[in-house]
């Protein structure tokens, strides 16, 4: 943008022709952002790709970066059954695989597109047509690989056909639906996942959602979750039989709900709602060593209109508690294990064959790329998902 012939030619572009006032100075590294919508530069530069629906703030080291998924979908697929890619839209798509994680620097808006882990021949047909493109995870950055959101379009369309088909294979159908976990007793709404943090020995800190799966009873089945870094990931996780049923959780943890452990929030009297501006959120499920962990948190309407944390209720089995806030109801229960770690029920079967398999995929990609160390560790948990620890 430095030169007065490139403003002539912004400017006309833009039909502004404030832009030939615009004083450069000396500068040379002056450009004109004339897209500075993340999810507007992606699509400009990937117009044979979807884009997400959300760009999601990242920051590594002293940068700020907008991530937004980017995905391969189509609604022309043939012989496909057609399905939306949220629970609440209209979309209508046959075919929708992961294509990557596009990440846009927030000052100087320059574009990576980071390849999907996985691709199928059409993905890679188009990473070979612009071999320039696409990075793979391994050559980032550790700092931005390791903060990578998860592909949530692509996590709940996978989340919603699995709930509805089960598995490859399955003889018959599971006749299960994933539960909306926003407001679950309003309904579906747009965003349908618990967001979490999952870690392990040896792994940084990922960020993760999981979707609750309920029968047409009502029961909930197990949670699916997809995770993020430079591989995602999704999982099922099933819960014990017979799972909770899903309208039971709503009453229990409902802010007035009688005889739940630790009394009301915020010292009100259990047994009738406090005022009527007490608001309760979505009820969420998220996966832990002991169980699913089933919370719910409560608000209040400020005077100027925001909402207000007033406590916390949390399920894990059959036992109710609340406290001010989830951190509060885990110091809580140390206390009165008297610092004493819980027993968890050990893994079944097919949990640890299901741990094994992780572990042995991470173990294959660390091998084609001759990361030994990586290999070791992975090695090393696959034994102990087959061994004995709970």
């Known amino acids: 943008f430095r030169t007065w012939i490139a403003r002539l030619a912004a400017a006309l572009a833009a039909r502004d022709l404030r832009l030939l006032r615009v004083d450069v100075g000396d500068r040379g590294d002056v450009r004109l952002v004339r897209r500075r919508d993340p999810r507007v530069r992606v699509q400009a530069l990937l117009p044979f790709f979807s884009v997400g629906r959300d760009a999601t703030p990242l920051v590594a080291n002293d940068s700020l970066w907008w991530a937004v998924t980017v995905l391969a979908a189509s609604g022309d697929y043939p012989l496909a059954a057609h399905v939306g890619a949220d629970a609440s839209d209209g979309d209508d798509l046959s075919s929708m695989r992961h294509a990557g994680t596009a990440v846009v620097n927030a000052a100087t808006g ?111 089945a197990g949670v699916i979750v997809a995770t993020g870094g430079a591989v995602p990931r999704t999982t099922w996780i099933a819960a014990p039989e017979p799972g909770p049923r899903w309208a039971d959780l709503l009453d229990s943890t409902a802010v007035d709900a009688p005889g739940a452990v630790g009394g009301a929030p915020t010292g009100e009297p259990t047994g009738g709602r406090a005022t009527q501006s007490t608001l309760d959120g979505g009820l969420h499920a998220v996966p832990t060593a002991a169980g699913l962990l089933f919370t719910r948190a409560h608000y209040a309407a400020a005077p100027d209109g925001r909402p207000t944390l007033v406590g916390v209720t949390a399920v894990l089995g059959d036992r109710v508690v609340r406290g001010p806030t989830l951190r509060a109801l885990f110091d809580s229960a140390t206390a009165e294990g008297d610092g004493a770690p819980r027993p968890t029920r050990p893994l079944t079967g097919e949990q640890r064959v299901a741990a094994a398999r992780g572990f042995y995929d991470d173990a294959r990609r660390a091998l084609q790329r001759g990361d030994w160390s990586a290999f070791g560790r992975a090695l090393d948990a696959i034994g102990r998902a087959l061994a004995a620890p709970p």
């Open 110 to 220: 320059a574009v990576r597109l980071i390849a999907a882990p996985e691709p199928d021949a059409d993905i890679r047909a188009w990473y070979a047509r612009f071999p320039r493109l696409a990075t793979r995870a391994e050559a980032l950055d550790s700092s931005i690989a390791a903060v990578l959101p998860v592909p949530y379009d692509a996590a709940t369309a996978q989340a919603r056909v699995y709930a509805e088909y089960g598995p490859r294979g399955a003889r018959t159908l599971p006749a299960r639906r994933v539960q909306a976990a926003e407001f679950a007793d309003s309904g579906p709404t747009n965003h349908a996942a618990s967001a979490f943090v999952v870690a392990g020995a040896g792994r940084a800190a990922t960020a993760a959602v999981s979707f609750p799966v309920v029968t047409v009873t009502d029961r909930v």
